[in-house]
T-cell receptor, first 110, second 114 residues
Framework: GQSLEQPSEVTAVEGAIVQINCTYQ??????LSWYQQHDGGAPTFLSY????GLEETGRFSSFLSRSDSYGYLLLQELQMKDSASYFC???????????FGSGTRLSIRP | NAGVMQNPRHLVRRRGQEARLRCSPM?????VYWYRQLPEEGLKFMVY????????ESGMPKERFSAEFPKEGPSILRIQQVVRGDSAAYFC????????????FGSGTQLSVL
């Protein structure tokens, strides 16, 4: 199968930390990416993991465990502008298409 | 450096007409992906193309939809005899290589079928 699962909604407080999980069921897994999309806007790339472990880019970090078919996006020091939808996406070594999850809508309260 | 360019930004068609959506990838990118997105939903994969080749069209409806990426010019997503259910945002993305870890998205075309 090639389905991805992530929570549909998450709410957090400004300045806090939030983790968005993503699990995938796939064979031929190549890598896990994360994208951000603001309402009415285009998706923009955040991070990519092909190997187990944590990748850090400023306030955002992404983690992958290939053995658990699981990854997460960690957002620190949340700002109001981080309110958006976040998508995990899986790329494949054979089919070469990139499949997106249904997205997690992150709402941030002051 | 121009990003991925999509046009038109908004397209209105009546049922039964044809819709043509264009996508010019980033300079140096030879791989193009098309996705469809309904409001409050995720990005649904449609087709993946290289120059003059369709690599994977497993997400394309069997009828009325076609895509191409010619040697010269933009990639085209063509929808014939549109129906109201085709109304959606259509996003194009490009990458430098196959199974690239990073996709660059265009601003999308919002198709509205009356």
């Amino acid at each position: 199968g090639q389905s991805l699962e992530q929570p549909s909604e998450v709410t957090a407080v400004e300045g806090a930390i939030v983790q968005i999980n993503c699990t995938y069921q796939t064979s031929g897994f190549y890598g896990l990416s994360w994208y951000q999309q603001h309402d009415g806007g285009a998706p923009t790339f955040l991070s990519y993991n092909a190997l187990d472990g944590l990748e850090e880019t400023g306030r955002f970090s992404s983690f992958l465990s290939r053995s658990d078919s699981y990854g997460y996006l960690l957002l620190q020091e949340l700002q109001m502008k981080d309110s958006a939808s976040y998508f995990c996406a899986v790329s494949y070594s054979s089919a070469s298409k990139i499949i997106f999850g249904s997205g997690t809508r992150l709402s941030i309260r002051p | 450096n121009a990003g991925v360019m999509q046009n038109p930004r908004h397209l209105v068609r009546r049922r039964g007409q044809e819709a043509r959506l264009r996508c010019s990838p980033m300079k140096g990118h030879s791989h193009v992906y098309w996705y469809r997105q309904l409001p409050e939903e995720g990005l649904k994969f449609m087709v993946y193309l290289q120059k003059e080749n369709i690599i994977d069209e497993s997400g394309m409806p069997k009828e009325r939809f076609s895509a191409e990426f010619p040697k010269e010019g933009p990639s085209i997503l063509r929808i014939q005899q549109v129906v109201r259910g085709d109304s959606a945002a259509y996003f194009c993305a490009s990458s430098r290589g196959q199974s690239s870890e990073k996709l660059f998205f265009g601003s999308g075309t919002q198709l509205s079928v009356l």
